[in-house]
């Protein structure tokens, strides 16, 4: 089990904050998303649940024409891979 530091903890708070997601914020210290949800839920942070976050579908797709794959192009994106999924789909339907 990784340790962490008050202050690390208090970083990965503040990147919370700023937008980064929790699968993000705990896969980059080697943690369970349960336990960086217990880490934000101890430090008194409102978890967001599916925000509607805007994505660039042309720009999903011009990146993908480049031969990325849906994950490599949501990261480029500074996305999840669900969300760039559910935009691509949504972009279809309408």
């Known amino acids: 089990m990784t340790h962490l530091t008050d ?15 929790i699968r993000e914020l705990a896969k980059s210290v080697a943690i369970s998303r349960d336990r960086m949800s217990a880490i934000l839920q101890a430090h ?14 042309s720009r999903a797709e011009a990146l993908a024409a480049t031969g990325l794959g849906l994950t490599e192009v949501a990261e480029r994106m500074g996305i999840g891979r669900t969300t760039l999924v559910r935009a691509r789909r949504a972009a279809r339907m309408s």
């Open 7 to 21: 202050g690390e903890e208090l970083e990965l708070v503040a990147l919370y904050l700023g937008g980064r997601t």
């Open 44 to 57: 008194g942070v409102e978890r967001r649940y599916h925000e509607t976050v805007p994505v660039d579908v």
